[in-house]
């Protein structure tokens, strides 16, 4: 087992390598930092306080030479007066997990409730650098400049203590699980071509370097362990982990380290309880998927038949995606909801089956948009969480077997609230700059998710599917930005999208059309159009007719540059001249009288995100003979 692991890892390597090499050329200037982290950490479980060493080794690919580096301290935010708990305490509609009866829950931890993480020596190549501490970020200044092209080792000394469990990470969540180890190390912030992102956490985003993790966890013998990576010692720590039809060879004494690997990864989690139960289940040509969660009764049946379905995900992203690149994946209870994180995720588990289901998906899916392709969600959190909605969405109606014919429907209308309630802001808003919740959430996910399927509308579905996986291809470990998804379905479709990418994430223009007239044209019949919104489209008119009948007119936005091929094959389709975006009204002729017709329908297909849709339809006041 252990052979064949190496031998896949290096594989994998020398995968990713020549995919690199060939994005590069692809991408002209194209490049990517490089972190190798070594730590060695023990944790007492009774304290919840931990301590440990990291090595680091830092690549630097980029052409600009770096006199300093920064580190996230992530749960430094659990603690009264951080910026975290300000901004909860300010923000109109405050996260009801942190805020409990109008009352931070950050504000009020006690010493020993409440997170941290310190840095007691930091060395660069043996030498003793300086550094200070400014909320969760740490800013360090360099003896020694790194050149382009150059490397240096950084050696760190920690310790920290888990916060209660707040948002995320932490100890004793609701459900008892005992450690929930999220963004719990001192982490190198990301240097890319617009510079460094040396965010402050503030319960939103992550962006981070891609680099190969070495990790040791001592701890309680007592306590299982799940998350990131690939054990190299299960042997020794047994707990199912150990090869099948073997006995584990248990070390003596009151604690156990656990080691992983995790390659090619900009994150490491682990959770740990002494009641988690371990499942493995082997993908078909995929990955080996690990299941923890606590032996309770009332969860049991849920978590075996989430198993299958897991498997089904798993193969459902690797054909619409692309392939998953890792050996494993880990599903782990813990948490306060759901949240992804490399090669794993953390879950609360007592749930519906449904639910239970849903949130997997979710976070699996992540899997390839946040770990894999990796854009800066701070940023662009679109583009991770709006993908990800889009995918999961699809997933769960083919593996849960809903047969919803538009299995959007409920994300169209939580767009709608948004952008009738006026307090939309444009999607490249930072993630921590949205006035509240409400709006960064349907931000995000729902009005994120539209992007793809109203992308879908505009190209054609086929172009849509071939778009995302020719997008995985190209861009995977590269942090795209929002210009690389829509070039690659220009490259796709043919067609001009600058404009839709515009409109729909840099703006909050809306897409508002109306039928404003039917009118009898002697033998014919006149359509007029309105455009009521600012964000222009094309438009797909369904034309029925008294006798049953039904064909579709298409007319095409001048800007686009072409047209999408028919989305109803089986139903006659004229191509009209195009649209140009500047005309408020376009009109067309139907070679048959008013009286022949029964309805008019602008874009049958439900998938234009139109904020009016009342004027969206005409009906003959003639009843059909």
């Not at 995900?313 to 948490?335: L, R, W």
Request: aromatic share 12%; glycine share 8%.
């Amino acid at each position: 087992m252990q052979n064949k692991l190496l031998v896949s890892v290096k594989i994998l390597f020398v995968f990713l390598s020549f995919a690199l090499s060939l994005q590069a050329q692809n991408r002209g200037s194209y490049w990517q930092q490089h972190v190798d982290y070594t730590m060695d950490v023990t944790m007492d479980v009774n304290t919840y306080q931990y301590s440990g060493t990291q090595k680091l080794i830092y690549t630097n690919n980029s052409p600009d030479t770096l006199s300093k580096v920064y580190y996230h301290l992530y749960f430094n935010a659990f603690q009264p007066g951080s910026e975290m708990d300000v901004r909860l305490q300010s923000i109109r509609d405050p996260d009801g997990r942190m805020f409990v009866d109008n009352k931070s829950r950050i504000a009020s931890l006690g010493k020993d409730e409440m997170g941290y993480l310190k840095v007691s020596s930091l060395e660069q190549e043996g030498k003793a650098l300086s550094y200070t501490e400014a909320g969760t970020v740490l800013e360090v200044e360099l003896l020694e400049p790194i050149a382009p092209g150059g490397k240096t080792t950084l050696q760190m000394v920690f310790n920290g203590q888990v916060p209660v469990q707040i948002r995320r990470s932490g100890r004793n969540n609701k459900e008892g699980v005992a450690l929930s180890m999220s963004q719990w190390y001192p982490k190198l912030a990301e240097y890319d071509f617009e510079g460094w992102h040396a965010d402050p956490y503030i319960a939103r985003e992550f962006h981070g370097v891609w680099g190969d993790f070495d990790v040791k966890l001592t701890l309680d013998k007592n306590y299982i362990v799940g998350g990131s990576g690939y054990l190299q010692n299960p042997q020794e720590v047994g707990h199912g982990y150990e090869a099948p039809g073997t006995q584990a060879n248990r070390v003596k004494g009151k604690m156990l380290t656990w080691h992983f690997k995790a390659p090619k990864v900009h994150d490491f989690m682990w959770a740990a309880d002494p009641e988690y139960l371990h499942d493995t289940l082997e993908v078909a040509d995929g990955p080996t998927l690990h299941f923890l969660y606590k032996n309770n009764p009332a969860i049991l049946e849920n978590w075996k038949n989430l198993q299958p379905k897991t498997a089904l995900a798993m193969e459902f992203f690797s054909k619409h995606i692309g392939p998953y690149p890792y050996d494993q994946y880990s599903v782990v209870q813990g948490g306060d909801g759901g949240m992804e994180y490399a090669m794993s995720t953390l879950i609360t588990g007592e749930r519906t089956f449904g639910s239970l289901v849903g949130v997997m998906a979710h976070e699996m899916a992540h899997s390839w948009f946040q770990h894999i392709l990796a854009t800066n969600e701070a940023k662009h959190e679109w583009m991770d969480e709006g993908f990800t909605t889009f995918i999961s969405t699809l997933c769960m109606n083919e593996i849960m077997e809903e047969g919803k014919e538009n299995p959007f429907e409920n994300v169209y209308k939580s767009y709608y609230a948004l952008a009738n309630s006026g307090q939309e802001q444009p999607q490249t808003t930072h993630a921590d700059r949205y006035g509240a919740n409400f709006a960064y959430g349907i931000s995000a996910y729902n009005k994120g998710s539209i992007f793809l399927s109203q992308l879908g509308y505009v190209i054609g579905q086929d172009k849509l599917m071939q778009t995302i996986k020719k997008y995985y291809e190209d861009f995977k470990f590269t942090h795209p930005v929002p210009n690389d998804i829509k070039r690659t379905a220009e490259k796709v479709s043919g067609l001009e999208l600058d404009w839709y990418l515009t409109d729909w994430t840099q703006t909050t223009n809306t897409i508002d059309y109306a039928i404003k007239e039917v009118v009898a044209d002697g033998e014919k019949t006149k359509i007029i159009l309105d455009r009521k919104g600012l964000m222009p489209m094309p438009l797909d008119i369904l034309v029925v007719y008294q006798d049953g009948t039904r064909e579709t007119f298409y007319a095409p936005l001048r800007i686009m540059r072409g047209e999408k091929e028919n989305p109803f094959p089986d139903l006659k389709r004229t191509v009209l001249p195009d649209w140009p975006w500047a005309y408020p009204t376009y009109e067309f002729t139907v070679d048959k009288p008013i009286s022949a017709i029964s309805g008019i329908v602008i874009d049958p297909s439900h998938l234009m995100a139109d904020v009016n849709k009342e004027d969206n339809s005409y009906l003959s006041p003639q009843k059909p003979e």
